[in-house]
DNA sequence: GATGAATGAGAATTCATTCAT
DNA sequence: AATGAATGAATTCTCATTCAT
């Protein structure tokens, strides 16, 4: 089997181990996880799961691969010809939907950070790194032209990361505290939304 | 061994043991950790570590009730008889100091968290739950008052909790975005502090 | 791998697995007894052991299931209808066929009971207990209609299992004291028959 | 501290221990027990076991050389020169009380049986094999000079082992079927010394 | 493709024994 | 004489991975 001939059936095994192993990973990071669990939350046999994929190690790269793809995604679309306060609630907006969409990649993301980032490291030194310079460069500039709110850039790139991922991230938390029959994540797009407008406006 | 006759030497070597599984399972989580780390950590030998914890999960579990002792206490200052700005802004420092410079253990909350709170279900819907409902009360009266602009308390605690942790938990991340040299935490408390101001303020 | 459906092979290797067991428990008891021997035993791996039953626990626990299935049918067998003498010569012969046949099974109850009979408790003092008890009745009965010679019923089941299991369960005292060539049980029948037939004439 | 300038008080910790050990390796055998239970039974803390004797195994021996000392009397003391059936029914008695008052020894000693008689095979081989040749030689005279019903006197001995030997090792098994409330040795020397009278007279 | 079977490496825990005091 | 502290060697059990079919 090589890498590029595929049948679609094994594309769409692959992908079904994959969202099972998004679930388990996303939940108790890479050595907490089992191929025990993923083999049965995707109702495959646990030597199935390695005739699709060479290892343990491998479906977590693959997954880490495929989230990263999409993961810059949102930032870069800051547009510099942009109105800068426009842009950031822009940018805060497809942040908090990416976490409320993709919750298990923000968990899996999350773990990777927590553990130290050893499998990343080389993703956010580099092409993360560089993306939230050239950013930070612009918003400096909307700063420092006073189109903006003066601010370190760097701060409020984070502080965007951590009040959007918050609600994927700690949603567990978040049920357990506001009960059931709140989705923790309501009414937290104006809010953010505000919080970024009041900070930028200038 | 009883729990209340400890001698000096065992207090000083349990917390010896502590301190080096905080290490390692606020890196790894509890199942991503294992004894032969901690034990390494700690430069005791594995079989020592269980003579002074019953087990791997006690150890874990003491970790957790000294911490929830504490992960209350910056919540629980604000003083509604206090100046509402000036009271959150409070928060938000001891929160940020708190997470500066107990990183370990915001991570250790984190990686309980993202696991979906397991261990700490009760501590959460009881007396951080109890504790969370109260101050929204307290600021929700401020905002009703006028006192402060108009914001929902739930959104604004769970933004200062993401915001001041993140520089705990995401420590990692940010340290290899801004390259060595650069203290992720320089500079966060004015950002923060003025962030929340410029929300509240009314 | 469902209690139900299990394939020929797993059969044949989980009846390997549990006379191998049935060797070393009934040498060594529950404790004393170690995977390694019971392994060493059946041919197969540690780890194999361990695929086919949940734990060492679980070999034992169906070890002593299947055995007491099986422990009751002598006595069960005795007829009220028939005649008394007969009834209970043939009951010492089935016991003693059934501790020259299965003298290990004999000597895992022996353990068992040994060790105050903590796993098998519940059998004793259930169905054990009432069958004894309706028997002894049986055996009053014949005792008080004269048919036999009077005797306490529960003295003389008790002396029939000890007779009988002694063959099992002191066999390798029995070998030392007789020597080789010499068949411990050979006469044996002869000698309990007479034994408890001239114990039980009117 | 040699084996023979032993002070009084050694003395009697030495006595408490082995008390404490026959308890525990009287139920688990010499592998299924642990020096913990011991010390617990004991009193004494683990090294201090071990302070007192070298081993596991010579706290093992110990109680063994103790035991074997004593376990030939009752067959010794069987008279040649005295009335037959009266002789053996005194063994018997004297088998009995030793049984009811030694019923952890006897234990002990049903467990090394069990196992096979790894470290009594000596003794099996040695002295208790030429005095139970030695007493097989009187019955069978006995039994040839038409004194006693005729008989193989080893069977006969075993016999006598099995039914008084049964109240000590078993008792856990009767006293679960005769429920509290009911010593199972009640009655037993009455049966017993009965059932083997029938059997001998001529 | 798929899976039952099997296993070596490793993980938590137990245990007899030693050491220092 | 006694014990708290410590540990190497098991022992039970888990887990990623391989093999045979």
Redesign the interface.
């Known amino acids: 089997m090589t890498a590029v001939a595929r049948s679609r059936i094994q594309k769409a095994r692959r992908q079904i181990i994959l969202q099972a192993a998004l679930e388990v990973f996303?939940?108790?990071?890479?050595?907490?996880a089992t191929l025990d669990e993923i083999a049965l939350e995707s109702g495959l046999s646990k030597p199935n799961l390695l005739y699709y994929f060479d290892s343990k190690e491998a479906i977590h790269a693959q997954l880490l691969t495929d989230l990263l793809d999409t993961w810059l995604a949102p930032l870069r679309a800051v547009n510099p010809a942009g109105d800068p306060v426009a842009e950031i609630c822009a940018y805060v907006r497809r942040k908090l939907e990416m976490a409320c969409e993709y919750p298990r990649e923000s968990?899996l993301f999350?773990?990777e950070?927590?553990?130290?980032?050893p499998r990343i490291?080389g993703f956010?030194?580099g092409d993360?790194?560089a993306l939230?310079?050239e950013k930070a460069r612009v918003i400096g500039g909307w700063a420092a032209a006073g189109r903006i709110?003066p601010?370190?850039p760097?701060?409020?790139i984070?502080?965007i990361?951590?009040?959007t991922?918050?609600?994927a991230?700690?949603d567990?938390?978040?049920r357990?505290?506001?009960?059931p029959g709140i989705v923790?994540s309501d009414?937290?797009e104006a809010?953010?939304v505000?919080?970024f407008t009041?900070?930028l406006e200038p």
């Open positions: 996303s939940r108790q990071g890479f050595r907490g968990r999350a773990n950070i927590l553990q130290g980032a490291e956010i030194k993360l790194r939230v310079d709110a601010v370190d760097y701060h409020l984070f502080s990361w951590a009040t991922q918050h609600y991230d700690f567990a938390q978040m357990m505290i506001q009960g923790p009414g937290a809010y953010l505000r919080l009041r900070m």
